[in-house]
């Protein structure tokens, strides 16, 4: 068992590994609703996507969440936390209904050699599919006792169990992402070769995928 959990454990579907900590925010939902937990972090009530060619991370957290959209509605979401991150290939697009029809912003960055850059990574996600490789993980260590990574966020405390399930990894690489999120933050973000597109339209022609 011990080389299943620490080690250079290769996981071919991050998806996979990801559903206890879907399972733990949908949990912290329920706590929510019996008024075990303050929610505090609001989100636009609008998802966005994201896809990357290659992302390179160094001390890796996961842990569940809940996001409070717009309006009151709650969203529970599966935290990915980074203390630094390399990323190559990186698209993310939102699309914005106005009266005239949808309108697509897309933003690409870290292409033609170039690469992004991030610190103190937080990314609030509900989705995602990529072939993964984590070094030294750790899974169903509690969201507030973990080692690696930068920790459950400061301003994710009210909306987080600290005893619930997390995972963690010295290190992670993920090749092929695609993952809807509602909300990214990071102490800083240097995005090279920045772009940035608004259209007309949404779908797989507009958006990253």
Avoid at 117 to 124: F, G
């Amino acid at each position: 068992m011990e080389s299943l959990i620490r080690g250079g454990t290769r996981w071919r579907r991050f998806a996979v590994v990801m559903v206890p900590s879907v399972a733990a925010a949908a949990a912290i939902g329920v706590a929510l609703g019996q008024g075990a937990l303050a929610a505090s972090f609001s989100v636009s009530g609008q998802q966005f996507k994201v896809k990357a060619e290659d992302l390179d991370g160094h001390g890796f957290v996961q842990y569940g969440a809940l996001d409070i959209q717009h309006g009151g509605k709650p969203i529970p979401v599966a935290v990915s936390a980074f203390d630094r991150a390399t990323i190559t290939g990186l698209c993310q697009s939102v699309v914005v209904p106005t009266p005239i029809g949808d309108v697509t912003l897309k933003l690409g960055a870290g292409n033609g050699g170039k690469k992004v850059e991030a610190k103190n990574l937080y990314i609030d996600l509900d989705q995602l599919n990529a072939d993964a490789e984590f070094k030294d993980i750790n899974i169903g260590v509690a969201a507030g006792d973990t080692t690696y990574g930068p920790g459950v966020a400061a301003g994710d405390k009210e909306r987080t169990d600290l005893g619930s399930f997390a995972q963690e990894a010295r290190s992670a690489h993920l090749t092929g992402v695609e993952q809807t999120a509602w909300a990214t933050s990071a102490g800083t973000f240097k995005l090279s070769g920045l772009s940035m597109s608004v259209k007309m339209g949404s779908g797989k022609k507009y958006e990253c995928f």
